[in-house]
């Protein structure tokens, strides 16, 4: 036999027994694929026999008639047709999940989110080493969140907030070198945050508000480099905010409000978050002045730091914060007595789309800048009660016409009130009580038709209630302890909508009630003791 025929022969058989190969790996490729797919269509079906109410009938298409990959809210891959996204968020579902789930191998995303499943988050899920998101939140899901989803070495959105989850954060969970966004808020969380968090490279949201966590924020929060979004407010932490987490020039939004966090903010805080949008730590215990730095914050849109212990002058320049939107620290002991302790409302014209300011309950003192009426027209809170404010009401603020809340009372304003407050036609709160204001009340409080809280208790008014005020239909009243006097008009008791409280003592009203006191049928409290009427 020739050298050439033999390889020859020896070619075929390798030929053949290649062919041969291939159909058995191709066979069994497909009886693997159909194993698969009978695995996921028993997974899918556990699934559906769990949820105890539908009321959108999804359930209607999963049935024999159709490819479980053609089922609602089932997504499939084009190569293997085995399930890769369930998506069934919104759908008032009521049930529990199936820990069958855990045989959906190559499913990515599970999405459940807005519904009222139940239960136990099941263990199997820490199966599915594929998936990268679990939207899990707003639902009802009780125990804790299982430890084995570390096992989901691919898992980048973890997201369990809003059911009634408790236990504490697991420390395996920090071996998740892919997740980018951690969501556990409102739920019964306890235990404090496992200080090996810092682990999570990748980490760029960490929104855990409204539980029980508690004890120090652990300073390896600071090597989250990525880190644009940090929500730990209503929660039980204590100590000081770590100096690391100030470097995070990533940071967005931060937010930690309603905890027991104290000491100072550092002078250059605003220096070291170019990106900085939202910053909130009310509701603690901080101390020290508000840094200077605030004004080098250019991307800043909310300052919220209410119901502190901060003290000292307001010395920020808001002149460079274009986005400016909201600035609240009442209920602090902010104030100097310094001559221009008011000046930063000049800084604060430069802000168009400014729209809040709380400075109540502080210790501000002086007269309020006519650079209040300049402000943005875009304003709907202002409020300065309970500070040591006086002198007279700017006429500008009559400027304002977008204020809905305007409160004033408890200083030591004098003068009269502006006619122009008739302008304010979207108020809806106007507090003026415990001044020294004189003067009548302004027939143009009757253009304020919006107006259901007026209150100008306790100050030095004369005159008569405009009759105008009946204009006015859905109210609660507060004129007492003035110097009022003639009747009271009718139009006042014609409001239907007078509600709560309507309070007139301390005055000197003469005449009868008006029967119409009669149409006040939502009427709680009326006041009218300490006048001099008759009838």
């Not at 990959?69 to 529990?96: A, F, M, N, P």
């Not at 599915?128 to 125990?143: D, I, M, P």
């Not at 300011?357 to 309020?368: I, P, V």
């Not at 709160?429 to 020294?436: A, D, E, K, P, T």
Request: proline share 4%; net charge neutral; charged share 10%.
């Amino acid at each position: 036999m020739s050298l050439r025929l033999l390889y020859s022969i020896h070619f075929q058989a390798i030929l053949l027994l290649f062919i041969v190969l291939l159909h058995i790996n191709s066979t069994l490729a497909v009886f693997a694929g159909s194993i698969g797919n009978e695995t996921d269509r028993q997974a899918l079906l556990a699934f559906k026999t769990q949820i105890s109410h539908d009321p959108e009938n999804v359930f209607s298409s999963w049935n024999d008639s159709l490819h479980f990959c053609e089922w609602e809210g089932v997504t499939c891959g084009h190569k293997h047709r085995r399930v890769t996204i369930l998506d069934l968020q919104s759908r008032g579902l009521v049930g529990s999940l199936s820990p069958f789930i855990g045989n959906l191998s190559f499913i990515r995303e599970i999405v459940l989110f807005n519904n009222t499943i139940g239960g136990e988050i099941p263990d199997e899920v820490g199966r599915l080493f594929r998936l990268e998101a679990l939207f899990l939140y707003n639902n009802s899901f009780n125990g804790q969140i299982p430890a084995n989803l570390s096992h989901c070495s691919n898992l980048k959105f973890l997201s369990v907030g809003k059911n009634n989850l408790s236990g504490s954060i697991p420390v395996e969970l920090t071996s998740l070198s892919k997740l980018e966004s951690l969501s556990v808020h409102m739920n019964n969380l306890n235990g404090e945050i496992p200080p090996s968090i810092g682990n999570l490279s990748s980490l760029q949201r960490i929104s855990a508000p409204y539980n029980v966590l508690g004890g120090h924020i652990p300073d390896s929060m600071g090597q989250l480099r990525s880190l644009t979004f940090l929500g730990l407010g209503d929660n039980k932490f204590s100590g000081m905010i770590p100096l690391s987490l100030y470097n995070l020039s990533s940071i967005v939004i931060f937010a930690l409000a309603n905890n027991d966090l104290g000491g100072s903010l550092p002078t250059d805080l605003f220096l070291t978050l170019p990106h900085l949008h939202w910053f909130q730590i009310y509701g603690n215990q901080f101390t020290g002045s508000i840094p200077v730095s605030l004004s080098n914050a250019s991307e800043l849109k909310v300052f919220s730091a209410e119901l502190n212990n901060f003290t000292g002058k307001v010395s920020v320049n808001f002149g460079g914060l274009q986005r400016f939107l909201k600035l609240n620290i009442y209920g602090n002991n902010l104030g100097s007595g310094d001559a221009d302790e008011m000046d930063f409302f000049q800084s604060l014209v430069n802000c168009s789309s400014f729209q809040y300011m709380g400075l109540a309950a502080n210790q501000f003192e002086g007269t309020l800048p006519k650079a209040l009426g300049n402000l943005s027209t875009q304003l709907k809170f202002f409020s300065i009660s309970q500070n040591l404010i006086f002198g007279e009401i700017p006429s500008g603020i009559c400027n304002l016409v977008n204020l809905t809340n305007l409160y004033m009372a408890d200083n030591k304003l004098t003068g009269t009130i502006p006619s122009d407050i008739g302008n304010l036609q979207k108020v809806q709160r106007l507090y003026l009580g415990g001044n020294r204001l004189s003067g009548r009340l302004p027939i143009t409080l009757g253009n304020l038709s919006l107006l259901n809280y007026l209150s100008i208790d306790n100050n030095k008014l004369q005159g008569t209630i405009p009759s105008s005020i009946g204009n006015c239909q859905n109210l609660l009243l507060n004129l007492s302890e003035n110097n009022l006097t003639g009747t009271i008009p009718k139009q006042l008791f014609a409001i239907s909508m007078l509600s709560i409280s309507l309070n007139l003592a301390q005055n000197s009203f003469v005449g009868s009630v008006p029967s119409e006191v009669g149409n006040l049928v939502h009427l709680v409290e009326l006041v009218l003791s300490d006048n001099k009427l008759s009838g």
